[in-house]
């Protein structure tokens, strides 16, 4: 006999991302606040709110999707690039596409290309 399931697996992440966000009075949607939120996770150098990591909108990062060469400058910094570590992730997230974490920022550049104070 099959097993009778109320709702699909679909279903049921899109019913816990509502559940995620939810409006307070003002009508506006706001995230509810993950422990991330509030403390560096254990396996990343990204301060408090710094998640998702961005990506600038330039060259070599508007075809992320479809690119494999990420590390031939983010492993050792040519180019001024943030070296990456992703120190104690599953070895599975290393294969992924690095835009399933990262996310493009339209019309933003290289943090290098920032002067400081900026």
């Known amino acids: 006999m099959k097993p009778i399931y109320l709702i699909g697996p679909t279903a049921a992440a899109i019913l816990i991302l509502g559940l995620a966000c ?9 995230m ?33 999707w479809t690119r494999t060469d990420c590390l031939n400058c ?10 990456v570590t992703h120190e104690g992730m599953p ?4 294969t992924a596409k690095c835009r399933s974490c990262h996310v493009l920022i339209p019309g933003s550049v290289p943090r290098s290309m920032i002067p400081e104070g900026g």
């Open 22 to 30: 939810q409006t307070h009075g003002s009508g506006e949607a706001e």
């Open 32 to 64: 509810a606040p993950l422990e991330s939120d509030t403390v560096e996770a254990a396996f990343t150098d990204f301060a408090a709110f710094a998640f998702p990591p961005t990506l600038p909108d330039d060259d070599s990062h508007r075809d992320s």
């Open 74 to 83: 983010h492993e050792t910094g040519i180019q001024d690039a943030p070296v």
């Open 91 to 94: 070895s599975v997230l290393l």
